[in-house]
């Protein structure tokens, strides 16, 4: 079994950063897990880093200097028009691949890390989501595309129900060796291994303030559900969790050895 450096690669997904307080909690946890934990590469999701929602250049620089070596997102890529301006220009930032063709950006990469090469693979859920192509056959088209490109392949599945996170779980078991889902800002109980060798989460949770429901203020989320008015979202503040799973993975099957959750509160 080829290893690297003596050991399976091990890698850090890291789940949604919401606003500011996610920015800083990633600056701050992200340089000691990597350092502490023997963490290869970080996969993050970032579609949340500015203000809540989308990229602008410095929010992704953030991510970038606190550790992250590949960004994925979903949904909300496009909510800042900065993103315009970069985001074909940036080889580890990518978007959901079924957006439909011609849509700016790409929606795999490849990462080399030493004698291994990672693609890193973002799709979109159509349940209670936007309507894209359809996840599964795109997910068929990518890896028949980098078929004998990449020894490791990572998909960031952002979707909003569980059951459609699960299905795609199953679907690319034993084909891919890291499937977890993104965006509903909440981490899963359900970190496993499924039977051909594929690790797998529901939901990787946000690295942003505890205080809050999903990054958001706690009192405009409550009103929104108590009047059924419009509101105006603004990002909680103070002390982070900062949710994550790290993998280890054999390079040489591309199939996963061990999965552990990672959920740090910070005290205020």
């Not at 900065?82 to 950006?105: K, Q």
């Not at 349940?127 to 088209?141: I, V, Y």
């Amino acid at each position: 079994m080829r290893k690297i450096g003596g050991r399976a690669v091990r890698i850090m997904l890291v789940g949604d950063v919401v606003g500011r307080a996610g920015r800083r909690a990633f600056r701050k946890i992200t340089p000691q897990l990597r350092l502490e934990r023997k963490i290869d590469v970080v996969i993050v999701n970032g579609e949340n880093v500015a203000g809540g929602k989308g990229f602008t250049r410095k929010a992704l620089d953030e991510l970038y200097a606190g550790g992250a070596d590949v960004v994925t997102s979903g949904n909300h890529v496009w909510d800042k028009k900065d993103v315009f301006a970069f985001v074909d220009e940036e080889p580890f930032l990518v978007r959901p691949a079924n957006y439909p063709e011609g849509t700016p950006g790409k929606g795999y990469c490849i990462f080399p890390f030493k004698a291994a090469n990672i693609a890193v693979l973002n799709l979109s859920g159509r349940s209670f989501m936007p309507t894209l192509d359809c996840p599964f056959q795109k997910a068929d088209e990518v890896l028949a595309e980098i078929e004998g490109r990449a020894d490791i392949i990572v998909l960031d599945f952002h979707a909003e129900t569980t059951s459609e996170k699960l299905a795609m779980g199953h679907y690319l078991d034993g084909r891919v060796g890291i499937v977890v889902g993104t965006h509903t800002h909440v981490q899963t109980a359900d970190a496993q291994i499924l039977p051909e060798g594929t690790a797998y989460i529901t939901d990787l949770g946000m690295v942003g303030p505890h205080d809050s429901i999903l990054g958001v203020r706690t009192d405009i989320v409550i009103q929104k559900f108590r009047t059924g008015m419009p509101v105006r979202f603004e990002m909680a503040e103070g002390a982070a969790e900062y949710a994550a799973v790290i993998v280890d993975i054999d390079p040489s099957l591309g199939r996963a050895e061990k999965i552990e959750r990672i959920l740090i509160r910070e005290q205020d």
